[in-house]
């Protein structure tokens, strides 16, 4: 089996992969903590005979769960932010310094539809961008919708979004601090990635699919006009591009991986760009 990593600020996700048939076998999700200490909701180590790590916690808390795993599998790779990968030249000025969450966020979208805008909805809402020749112009970081409703401090932290709701209701004005809380925490986000999928589109002449992924991508998904993909396991995706071990991940695929959406014309994104400053 292959245990694949990708450790957040807030949950440290895992999944057991199949070496021989590339089927995901189980998956889950601790709270990132400096420790992994063997339970119910951490895989077995004794069926791991590889893990790939991402990750974007305190260097402690990598070192920890490295030297960990170190002692019970054999191959342990651990991803980092390079100058360039898989065709893709970061473009960071220290390209060391872009979370590698991103980066290899920003590799799986790349290695799946060429030029891309890849979210990321977990404690923060990131946002790159991926040229059709393989620069990555860079990106935008914003809170997340848990981390902008802890900052109001208004005693709603553990109302979360249901998120089964739907993007109508979330777009209503609250009638209840609760409710206009998490109605403008939502219409925070779903409006800072429309407009910037605009504006960079608008700013390179290029309509790029978008590629959504973390925690919140679900219900954040509908309130994004844009149309875009849902791609949970992402951030693995990076890693499978990176660390490619089983037979359909050496011929480029990768597990999960979502229809390419079909992005409308740079016509049509100028159009609504003009529109809202009109207003
Ligand atoms: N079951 C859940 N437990 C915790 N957070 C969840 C859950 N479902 C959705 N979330 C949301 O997802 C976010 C964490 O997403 P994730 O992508 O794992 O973040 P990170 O990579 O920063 O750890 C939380 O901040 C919360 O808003
Ligand atoms: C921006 C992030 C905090 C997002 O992390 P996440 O929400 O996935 O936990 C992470 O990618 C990070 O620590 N990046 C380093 C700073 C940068 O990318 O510029
Ligand atoms: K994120």
């Known amino acids: 089996m292959i245990l694949d990593l990708d450790i957040g600020n ?15 076998r189980s ?22 005979e590889a893990v790939r790590i991402s990750s974007v916690a305190r260097a402690a808390v990598l070192e920890e769960t490295v030297a960990l795993l170190r002692r019970r599998v054999r191959h342990v790779h651990v991803a980092h932010s390079t100058h360039e990968a898989l065709g ?33 909805c977990g404690s923060a809402i990131t946002i ?18 848990r981390l902008m409703k802890e900052s ?23 009638r209840r ?16 990635i429309n407009r910037i999928y605009s ?32 791609w949970p396991d992402m951030v693995y995706g990076g890693l499978e591009a990176c660390f490619p071990m089983t037979f359909a991940e050496r011929a480029g695929k990768m597990s999960g991986a979502p229809r390419v959406p079909e992005p409308v014309s740079l016509e049509k994104i100028r159009a609504g760009l003009a529109f809202s400053m009109l207003l």
């Open 177 to 192: 601090t609760v409710d206009a809380v998490n109605h403008g925490i939502y219409m925070a986000a779903v409006s800072a």
């Open 10 to 24: 807030t949950l440290s996700k895992w999944r057991l992969k199949d070496a021989e048939s590339s089927e995901i």
């Open 199 to 230: 504006e960079v589109c608008d700013q390179q002449g290029v309509a790029l699919p978008m590629l959504l992924t973390g925690g919140d991508a679900r219900v954040v998904s509908r309130g994004v006009q844009v149309p875009h993909a849902v």
């Open 27 to 48: 998956r889950g999700a601790v709270w990132t903590r400096e420790e992994w200490r063997p339970g119910a909701d951490i895989p077995d180590l004794d069926v791991v």
């Open 152 to 174: 109001l401090k208004l005693g709603t932290r553990n109302v979360a979004i249901d998120p089964e709701s739907e993007a109508d209701e979330l777009l209503e004005p609250g």
């Open 88 to 120: 893709v030249v970061n473009g960071y000025e220290e390209p060391g310094r872009l979370g590698v969450d991103r980066w290899m966020g920003a590799l799986a979208g790349y290695q799946l539809a060429g030029g891309c805008c890849a979210v990321d």
């Open 128 to 145: 790159d961008f991926v040229l059709p020749g393989g620069s990555h112009l860079g990106g935008f970081i914003i809170p997340g919708l």
